[in-house]
């Protein structure tokens, strides 16, 4: 017989003593979950050294597959069935877990379980799957431990002889998934595995965390988040989702020593940095590389927050959008910054702090500071709207918001000048209306959420209090009676009596929503030791609220002096621009902080009340000698509310029609402001 013939008939009788077991093993045992488990062992044992001996490459080629199962169904089949068994687990998950009489405990009752331990099956299948010999025998491994960590009340993880094996597991896989060519499944089983351990040590078992801390090189490695940035960093999708979720599971473990390692090791840092920057750098720079497309989704992701990824939301009311590179870029920033926000949000302080400052530096300062301080104003203009969009994806009062505010304004006590936040402030008056839209836009979108740092770093360092100036006593009924002839009488081009109310509706909801944004840092007391009635968040049920103005002082070229100087040039504003300047003049007036309303409702000359009131008489000069422009009016206000913008543009003196009626809306929009702050008997009829 030749040596090829040998081969073949040694191979054949291999698997025939294969074929016999397992068709003894479940056919004829099946009632007894000992014997099973021990005919299953065996024959795992025997077929592992047959494959070895014969060559077998593949433990497809055997059963094993079947083998483990059955040694799993087995153990479960044992709990399950088993009263006695389950009083035993109790008392055992109370011993002490690094007891050297643990193995014997969790087995008291358990004959499939003493066996199981007590012949170190587990130890000896991780061995096999480190080998991988047949190829095949790591994902056995692997998924035989999450089967029994998933399936099994008893408490293994506690087992100290155990520990060792789940180390070197996951030392494998972590060598095994850096192999391009890992399997998809192995990978998927691998994800199953780290949840599975997470839920445990999640469950009041956070002390068992220092068991999956090794030593590798001469430093500390985390297993778990070793594995599973491997994961992360899949090409298979399904992989990488689910490692995401592994990711925020093992950043909501509470430890110290993990804490540590992850923040010496700098790879969740670097992974997480490398996310924002890989898909920053695929963005448009300028706005003539960007699609129609493109423009249109950064348009629709920075007009208000969202709910859910943008990706899908947008997606859903353009899918055209996903057939746009330059649009899906644009998606997929915003997806991946909310991401790690979403990520850091979980993270401990230590962990958190750590992975912020390494953003700020590596992103914020070395690639976004340079974009917006370059001379080309291109390329300003989209850093500012890169920015606006961030801040709209960053969650309120997130990591990523924050350490957004902190770079571009800088702290707000610092008696150092910040750079970029004057630049910024400068910016909306700048020459170009594209670049000053922008920051406009920037602007709006911050002090509208209520962020803290912003508003004191923007508004409440730049004031100071007179405290010897009397001032003078203002109710609402003054204020609304100021604002309402802003606009002279027979210009004014809508008198119906509700005209205020969807402006007061407005008004209600975005004045809890402000409150409640800054409640946690903000009282009706002011910030400068103003007078502010009740205590904040409550309606106040008094008749009127005062307001003292003219005790309020403000610096030169801060925001609301830079504001005052665009706004006095109102009537020659395009529309977006008035739109942005209303907007951000109505967010910084409803701040339940009464020194600011004090300072923009008085007449100093960068105060809103102050702008208003020069306007109007400019406006009344301007149009006495024009009888016509009351009928102008009237039709310029049918044409706008019918979107027609070609009989709007062909009115004579168009943008002066413009911005008279967006001025009487304006005032509206304030005195609705006003009303609702002053909870005066109108507001009250209203609420009722």
């Given at each position: 017989m030749s040596f090829f013939e040998k081969s073949i008939f040694k191979v054949g009788n291999a698997l025939r003593s294969a074929t016999t077991a397992a068709t003894e093993l479940f056919q004829g045992?099946?009632?007894?979950?000992?014997?099973?488990?021990?005919?299953?062992?065996?024959?795992?044992?025997?077929?592992?050294?047959?494959?070895?001996?014969?060559?077998?490459?593949?433990?497809?080629?055997?059963?094993?597959?079947?083998?483990?199962?059955?040694?799993?169904?087995?153990?479960?089949?044992?709990?399950?069935?088993?009263?006695?068994?389950?009083?035993?687990?109790?008392?055992?998950?109370?011993?002490?877990r690094s007891s050297?009489?643990?193995?014997?405990?969790?087995?008291?009752?358990?004959?499939?379980?003493?066996?199981?331990?007590?012949?170190?099956?587990?130890?000896?299948?991780?061995?096999?799957?480190?080998?991988?010999?047949?190829?095949?025998?790591?994902?056995?491994?692997?998924?035989?431990?999450?089967?029994?960590?998933?399936?099994?009340?008893?408490?293994?993880?506690?087992?100290?002889?155990?520990?060792?094996?789940?180390?070197?597991?996951l030392t494998k896989l972590?060598?095994?998934?850096?192999?391009?060519?890992?399997?998809?499944?192995?990978?998927?089983?691998?994800?199953?595995?780290?949840?599975?351990?997470?839920?445990?040590?999640?469950?009041s078992n956070e002390h068992l965390i220092p068991i999956f801390i090794v030593k590798r090189d001469g430093h500390d490695a985390y297993l778990l988040l070793d594995v599973t940035l491997q994961l992360y960093m899949s090409q298979v999708r399904d992989v990488s989702t689910r490692a995401v979720r592994c990711l925020n599971a093992i950043v909501s473990l509470c430890s110290d020593a993990a804490d540590r390692v992850i923040v010496e090791t700098d790879l969740l840092s670097s992974t997480l940095l490398n996310d924002i920057l890989s898909t920053y750098v695929e963005l448009p720079p300028e706005m003539d590389d960007a699609s129609p497309l493109a423009l249109q989704a950064l348009s629709q992701l920075t007009q208000q927050p969202f709910t859910q990824s943008w990706l899908q939301e947008v997606s859903l009311?353009?899918?055209?959008?996903?057939?746009?590179?330059?649009?899906?870029?644009?998606?997929?920033?915003?997806?991946?910054?909310?991401?790690?926000?979403?990520?850091?949000?979980?993270?401990?302080?230590?962990?958190?702090?750590?992975?912020?400052?390494?953003?700020?530096?590596?992103?914020?300062?070395?690639?976004?500071?340079?974009?917006?301080?370059?001379?080309?104003?291109?390329?300003?203009?989209?850093?500012?709207?890169?920015?606006?969009?961030?801040?709209?994806?960053?969650?309120?009062?997130?990591?990523?918001?924050?350490?957004?505010?902190?770079?571009?304004?800088?702290?707000?006590?610092?008696?150092?000048?910040?750079?970029?936040?004057?630049?910024?402030?400068?910016?909306?008056?700048?020459?170009?209306?594209?670049?000053?839209?922008?920051?406009?836009?920037?602007?709006?979108?911050?002090?509208?959420?209520?962020?803290?740092?912003?508003?004191?770093?923007l508004v409440a360092s730049t004031l100071t209090l007179d405290k010897t100036a009397d001032g003078v006593i203002m109710t609402a009924r003054d204020v609304l009676d100021q604002l309402a002839v802003v606009v002279p009488f027979h210009l004014q081009t809508e008198q119906r009596y509700d005209a205020l109310v969807p402006y007061l509706d407005s008004a209600i909801k975005q004045d809890r929503e402000l409150r409640n944004a800054c409640g946690h840092w903000q009282t009706t007391n002011g910030i400068l030791g103003g007078t502010g009635k009740g205590k904040f968040g409550d309606w106040d049920d008094s008749e009127a609220v005062t307001f003292r103005v003219g005790t309020v002082d403000v610096a030169q070229d801060s925001l609301l002096v830079v504001l005052a100087r665009r706004f006095k040039r109102f009537t020659k504003q395009s529309t977006y621009t008035k739109l942005l300047l209303t907007s951000l003049y109505a967010a910084l007036l409803q701040y339940p902080v009464s020194d600011l309303r004090n300072f923009l409702l008085s007449q100093h000359q960068a105060s809103i009340m102050s702008l208003l009131t020069v306007l109007g008489v400019d406006i009344a000069k301007s149009t006495a000698t024009s009888p016509e422009t009351e009928d102008q009016l009237q039709k310029a206000r049918k044409f706008m509310s019918m979107n027609d913008m070609d009989n709007l543009e062909s009115l004579p003196n168009s943008a002066r029609l413009q911005a008279i009626i967006f001025l009487e809306e304006f005032c509206k929009e304030l005195s609705a402001i006003v009303l609702v702050e002053a909870n005066s008997v109108v507001l009250s009829s209203h609420l009722s």
């Amino acid at each position: 017989m030749s040596f090829f013939e040998k081969s073949i008939f040694k191979v054949g009788n291999a698997l025939r003593s294969a074929t016999t077991a397992a068709t003894e093993l479940f056919q004829g045992s099946a009632q007894d979950p000992l014997v099973e488990l021990k005919d299953a062992w065996k024959c795992i044992r025997d077929t592992v050294v047959d494959a070895e001996q014969n060559g077998v490459t593949d433990v497809s080629e055997t059963a094993l597959p079947r083998f483990y199962d059955t040694l799993a169904t087995s153990l479960i089949r044992e709990e399950q069935g088993d009263g006695e068994g389950e009083r035993e687990r109790q008392r055992s998950a109370a011993v002490s877990r690094s007891s050297s009489e643990a193995v014997d405990q969790v087995a008291v009752g358990d004959p499939c379980m003493e066996y199981f331990l007590k012949r170190n099956v587990l130890q000896t299948t991780v061995k096999y799957g480190v080998k991988d010999r047949p190829s095949g025998l790591l994902l056995q491994a692997t998924r035989l431990v999450v089967t029994l960590l998933k399936e099994l009340k008893q408490p293994l993880l506690h087992l100290a002889p155990i520990h060792k094996s789940l180390q070197d597991l996951l030392t494998k896989l972590n060598e095994s998934l850096s192999n391009p060519n890992c399997s998809q499944e192995l990978q998927m089983e691998a994800t199953k595995l780290i949840v599975a351990i997470c839920t445990i040590l999640k469950n009041s078992n956070e002390h068992l965390i220092p068991i999956f801390i090794v030593k590798r090189d001469g430093h500390d490695a985390y297993l778990l988040l070793d594995v599973t940035l491997q994961l992360y960093m899949s090409q298979v999708r399904d992989v990488s989702t689910r490692a995401v979720r592994c990711l925020n599971a093992i950043v909501s473990l509470c430890s110290d020593a993990a804490d540590r390692v992850i923040v010496e090791t700098d790879l969740l840092s670097s992974t997480l940095l490398n996310d924002i920057l890989s898909t920053y750098v695929e963005l448009p720079p300028e706005m003539d590389d960007a699609s129609p497309l493109a423009l249109q989704a950064l348009s629709q992701l920075t007009q208000q927050p969202f709910t859910q990824s943008w990706l899908q939301e947008v997606s859903l009311h353009n899918p055209s959008l996903l057939e746009d590179p330059s649009a899906v870029s644009v998606l997929k920033f915003t997806q991946g910054f909310q991401h790690v926000d979403a990520l850091l949000a979980r993270c401990s302080p230590t962990v958190s702090d750590a992975i912020s400052k390494l953003i700020i530096e590596q992103f914020f300062q070395a690639i976004i500071a340079k974009k917006i301080s370059q001379s080309s104003e291109v390329v300003q203009d989209m850093a500012t709207r890169y920015l606006t969009l961030m801040f709209l994806t960053s969650a309120p009062r997130g990591p990523l918001r924050k350490v957004l505010c902190q770079f571009a304004f800088g702290e707000p006590d610092s008696e150092e000048p910040h750079r970029l936040r004057s630049l910024i402030v400068s910016r909306c008056d700048d020459m170009s209306e594209d670049l000053a839209n922008s920051t406009l836009q920037f602007l709006v979108t911050v002090l509208r959420s209520g962020e803290e740092r912003a508003f004191r770093c923007l508004v409440a360092s730049t004031l100071t209090l007179d405290k010897t100036a009397d001032g003078v006593i203002m109710t609402a009924r003054d204020v609304l009676d100021q604002l309402a002839v802003v606009v002279p009488f027979h210009l004014q081009t809508e008198q119906r009596y509700d005209a205020l109310v969807p402006y007061l509706d407005s008004a209600i909801k975005q004045d809890r929503e402000l409150r409640n944004a800054c409640g946690h840092w903000q009282t009706t007391n002011g910030i400068l030791g103003g007078t502010g009635k009740g205590k904040f968040g409550d309606w106040d049920d008094s008749e009127a609220v005062t307001f003292r103005v003219g005790t309020v002082d403000v610096a030169q070229d801060s925001l609301l002096v830079v504001l005052a100087r665009r706004f006095k040039r109102f009537t020659k504003q395009s529309t977006y621009t008035k739109l942005l300047l209303t907007s951000l003049y109505a967010a910084l007036l409803q701040y339940p902080v009464s020194d600011l309303r004090n300072f923009l409702l008085s007449q100093h000359q960068a105060s809103i009340m102050s702008l208003l009131t020069v306007l109007g008489v400019d406006i009344a000069k301007s149009t006495a000698t024009s009888p016509e422009t009351e009928d102008q009016l009237q039709k310029a206000r049918k044409f706008m509310s019918m979107n027609d913008m070609d009989n709007l543009e062909s009115l004579p003196n168009s943008a002066r029609l413009q911005a008279i009626i967006f001025l009487e809306e304006f005032c509206k929009e304030l005195s609705a402001i006003v009303l609702v702050e002053a909870n005066s008997v109108v507001l009250s009829s209203h609420l009722s």
